[in-house]
């Protein structure tokens, strides 16, 4: 306490003319502003309030900042100091002063959660007024609703938001910091207000990022449900359609297949790298095939088939389990059933037989082909004609086609496989 009074100057004059006079005036007027800091500093309401009211309170400064730029409202807004808050607000202190950080007292309090401090603040200013305060940003370009969202504080994000003027609404900033800190009510909330402006929000790939690694798959969900991707290019980094992969949440590998989401050349490598190379968590082996299979199921990103040769080869390297072997050959049997590797050619018998030894036989897929050829019913036959005359595989288009009933569908989709 002791060094917070200290760093409020009182003594600080400009009066250098008369040293009588000035030894004259401190007594009076430094002893009461060190006596009114020290009872604000103490939460010491009822000495305040006399301070205040005395016929030298006139002289007291009470928007004075100490070095780090605090004033006294800084301080009580802070420490939940309802009583002094409101004192020092009647005595005209100044709500929108700034610290050596950019912070006004709104600031603090949204950081701590105080409610009643925050009700405090909003009533003394006028409302059109309101809207701006909230969204004043300090150093780090953070407000006061951007903070309430960072740590939880759901009911100051509503109270936030019930001032937000709707013609100027922009939850972008408070609704990234909601993501990433896994606040999953108010990321709803923020999402219900922002839906009104949807298009001033595009997952960037980056945000998603951060999301995946840090688990929040919940929200993760809820913003691939609500808003877009932002454009990517396929000669960039990792796509958002990778790191959803990388969750293993095969939900979120459709949504974006059916949007049409695709891998870059990057993503393609490590997913190769980011195989599970033993069978002793059958969890993530089976997650990360069923993701490749929809993958090639979708077929927009496996359209190339040397492409789709040299993924299943790399993977082919890396088997050392009789598990991941059985996913490889199921695998490439669903890339010739879907057209993404040519069947009726001497290449690709050449390279399955290459294959067989590079794995010294984990991965046989001339077996698959055998297995593949015994019997062909007129289903394959016709269903691969219509694979071939499909160009780009999408489920909402089937979808559409009149007539269809479910297990035709399933039949295009190849989910019969």
């Given at each position: 306490m002791t060094e917070l009074l200290n760093n409020f100057d009182c003594g600080n004059t400009n009066n250098n003319n008369n040293s009588n006079n000035k030894e004259l005036s401190l007594p009076t007027t430094y002893n009461t502003e060190q006596s009114l800091y020290r009872s604000c500093l103490t939460g010491d309401l009822e000495r305040v309030q006399y301070l205040l009211r005395s016929n030298s309170s006139s002289s007291i400064d009470l928007n004075r900042q100490n070095s780090d730029g605090l004033t006294l409202l800084h301080y009580a807004c802070s420490n939940n100091f309802y009583g002094l808050v409101q004192l020092l607000l009647q005595?005209?202190?100044?709500?929108?002063?700034?610290?050596?950080?950019?912070?006004?007292?709104?600031?603090?309090?949204?950081?701590?959660?105080?409610?009643a401090i925050i009700k405090l603040l909003l009533q003394s200013i006028e409302d059109s007024f309101k809207h701006?305060?909230?969204?004043?940003?300090?150093?780090?370009?953070?407000s006061s609703l951007d903070y309430a969202c960072e740590n939880d504080h759901l009911d100051l994000v509503e109270l936030f938001l019930e001032y937000t003027d709707i013609n100027y609404i922009d939850l972008t900033t408070p609704l990234y910091y909601s993501c990433i800190e896994g606040h999953l009510d108010i990321c709803h909330l923020l999402i219900n207000k922002q839906i009104q402006r949807k298009d001033l929000f595009y997952l960037q790939t980056s945000f998603i990022q951060t999301i995946c690694h840090r688990g929040h798959i919940e929200i993760l969900r809820l913003l691939i449900e609500?808003?877009?991707?932002?454009?990517?290019?396929?000669?960039?980094g990792n796509s958002i359609l990778f790191y959803c992969i990388t969750t293993f949440d095969i939900v979120l590998v459709r949504k974006l297949l059916e949007r049409q989401a695709r891998l870059t050349e990057k993503d393609i490598h490590d997913l190769i790298t980011f195989c599970p190379l033993n069978d002793q968590n059958h969890y993530y082996i089976d997650h990360y095939f069923d993701c490749l299979e929809l993958l090639l199921r979708y077929r927009s990103n496996f359209d190339d088939q040397k492409i789709c040769k040299y993924f299943i080869r790399e993977l082919c390297e890396k088997c050392s389990t009789i598990l991941i072997g059985k996913k490889l050959r199921y695998l490439f049997a669903l890339a010739l059933h879907s057209g993404s590797i040519q069947l009726y050619r001497r290449s690709t018998i050449k390279w399955c037989g290459e294959i067989n030894i590079l794995t010294k036989r984990y991965v046989n897929l001339i077996d698959v082909i055998k297995q593949t050829t015994k019997n062909w019913s007129l289903k394959h036959v016709l269903r691969l004609k219509i694979k071939r005359s499909m160009k780009l595989f999408n489920m909402e288009q089937i979808r559409k086609l009149p007539g269809l009933q479910q297990q035709h569908i399933d039949f295009l989709s190849f989910e019969y496989l």
């Open positions: 005595y005209d202190a100044n709500n929108y002063i700034r610290d050596n950080l950019g912070r006004t007292c709104l600031h603090y309090a949204s950081i701590k959660g105080y409610r701006d305060f909230i969204y004043l940003n300090d150093h780090e370009n953070k609500h808003f877009s991707p932002a454009n990517e290019q396929r000669n960039c």
